[in-house]
């Protein structure tokens, strides 16, 4: 019946009995967990079997048990000393993988520039009453495309790595808190030269001001999108198999915040029923962060601020621009305030994913 642990030799053909040896060009340590994930219920009968056959003949001295890791103090590592552990060997493994990181860089880099070139400038002119859409196309894709990347990223990364956390969770080697503190860490790490990659090229190309707030603004909306996304994808790859399984989850609840995002359909006429839809949506948020460092204290070329507002049918200045396409709410949180809902909703989404690990991974199921 069972698989010899002294014999790991033995394990292909363990496998390979039962009808599943590892195809080829395929790393044999991930064929193997792949298999018990996907037939997990009938890995664990064989198991079972084995083991009640072999418990009445096995001597005591061969029923060996794993090591545990010892901390500094010679006990078990405390959730500091696991963190750590477990953050470095995560940076390790993402920073070692050279492929994998140019791969990103080379995702991003060569997008931004063909946006930056194809609205090359455009904020840099008068600031005009056309050109405000442009210039919130330009946004809206800024904040839309990275949303899409680290959810997919985030579920997909998450999905490869959970068969190796229920291993070593009921090994005893870690526990969750510190293995999800560090899981993240590792994706962070990876995620900010891929945030410059795609931020810096479009910001300079499209001539957005060179100043140190707007500029630290810009960058820490998209990484706080990045993180966020990063974290619901991870939530979502606790459950789902495939690239599938995260669209079927993704595209239902993206679709509305987009379509009410402010951009497509401007606040003041999106019907009453979808306005929950408007100020619960992450993108909404990040766009006006973004549009706020813009244009708050900007004067239109274009329009005559002399006349009293209701006898034109422009916008004056920024405050002006802001009031007619953003909330009351979003002007009086002010950027900070919004930079922290985004953080509460990285909180949040962080909450339901070590949640989820509970119920859809650490099932008690080995």
């Known amino acids: 019946g069972g698989l010899a642990e002294d014999d790991p030799k033995a394990v292909e053909a363990y496998f390979a009995r039962f009808g599943a040896p590892t195809p080829v060009h395929t790393n044999p340590a991930h064929h193997y967990i792949t298999e ?13 079997a084995a083991q009640e056959g072999d418990a009445a003949t096995a001597p005591p001295a061969t029923r060996r048990r794993q090591r545990p890791v010892r901390g500094a103090g010679g006990g078990r590592p405390t959730a500091w000393e696991q963190t750590v552990i477990l953050t470095r060997r995560t940076i390790l493994e993402n920073f070692k993988n050279r492929r994998k990181f140019f791969r990103g860089i080379m995702s991003r880099l060569p997008t931004s520039i063909v946006i ?4 090359w400038r455009i904020a840099t002119g008068p600031l005009t009453q056309p050109s405000v859409f442009t210039l919130r196309g330009v946004l809206f894709i800024t904040v839309q495309s990275p949303i899409i990347d680290s959810f997919y990223a985030g579920a997909a990364s998450f999905q490869s790595t959970r068969g190796m956390l229920k291993r070593e969770y009921y090994d005893g080697l870690y526990q969750i808190s510190p293995y999800y503190l560090a899981y993240h860490a590792g994706f962070l790490a990876m995620q900010m030269p891929w945030t410059f990659a795609w ?8 001539g957005l001001p060179l100043e140190f707030e707007k500029v630290g603004v ?15 994808g991870s939530t979502v790859g606790t459950w ?11 595209m239902p609840a993206f679709i509305p915040m987009v379509i009410f995002s402010g ?5 003041a006429q999106i019907p009453w029923v979808w306005k929950p839809i408007y100020f619960v949506s992450p993108l909404q948020w990040a766009i006006t962060i973004i549009e706020t460092s813009r244009y708050r204290g900007l004067e239109f070329d274009d329009c005559d601020a002399s006349l009293p507002r209701e006898d034109r049918r422009c916008f004056a200045t920024g405050e002006e621009f802001l009031e007619e396409h953003t909330t009351q709410l979003a002007q009086a949180l ?3 305030g919004m930079l922290c809902l985004c953080f509460g909703y990285i909180v949040f989404f962080m909450l339901c994913n070590i949640r989820a690990i509970r119920k859809c991974v650490l099932d008690g199921r080995v």
Do not use: M, S
């Open 240 to 250: 789902t198999k495939d690239t599938e399984g995260n669209r079927a989850v993704l």
């Open 116 to 119: 930056g070139t194809f609205f």
């Open 263 to 267: 951009y497509v359909i401007p606040y």
């Open 218 to 232: 810009f960058v820490l909306t998209i990484f706080l999108v990045i993180v966020l996304a990063c974290a619901a």
């Open 36 to 48: 018990i994930q996907a037939h997990g219920d009938l890995w664990a009968q064989r198991w079972a």
């Open 199 to 206: 931020v810096v090229p479009l910001y300079l190309l499209v």
């Open 334 to 336: 002010g950027i900070p």
